[in-house]
């Protein structure tokens, strides 16, 4: 069980790219997801998250610019990024709570995807 994040890369200030995060495995449902991102130097901060009903949350920084969705079908949860500013540069990383069936019993786990550099540069 995992997850994998693909999207990252260089952006020239203003750009719009999208993250993808995948979670694969023997999965039996997923909780809530999320993005995070850690600047150099900095702590590790929320950026998005969403519910399994589709609630969403944002921090101020990014409200307004950035936009997470999912696709419960595909295991995949998205953040479109616009607007983008030089600050928003760092490595982002997807999370997800993962349910698991094994031994009888359904099991939550929190997984972090293994993180995509975005670099918001000109």
């Known amino acids: 069980v995992q997850l994998q994040a693909s999207g990252g890369g260089l952006v020239q200030p203003g750009g719009f790219p999208r993250l993808s995060c995948a979670a694969s495995?023997?999965?039996?449902?997923?909780?809530?997801m999320g993005w995070y991102r850690q600047a150099p130097g900095k702590q590790r901060e929320l950026v998005a998250r969403?519910?399994?009903?589709?609630?969403?949350h944002y921090p101020d920084s990014v409200k307004g610019r950035f936009t997470i969705s999912r696709d419960n079908a595909k295991k995949t949860v998205y953040l479109q990024m616009n607007s983008l500013k030089p600050e928003d540069t760092a490595i982002y990383y997807c999370?997800?709570?993962?349910?698991?069936?094994?031994?009888?019993?359904?099991?939550?786990?929190?997984?972090w995807g293994q993180g995509t550099l975005v670099t918001v540069s000109s």
């Open positions: 999370n997800a709570d993962l349910i698991t069936f094994s031994g009888g019993k359904f099991n939550t786990r929190n997984y």
């Open positions: 969403i519910t399994t009903s589709g609630d969403t």
């Open positions: 495995g023997t999965i039996f449902s997923i909780d809530d």
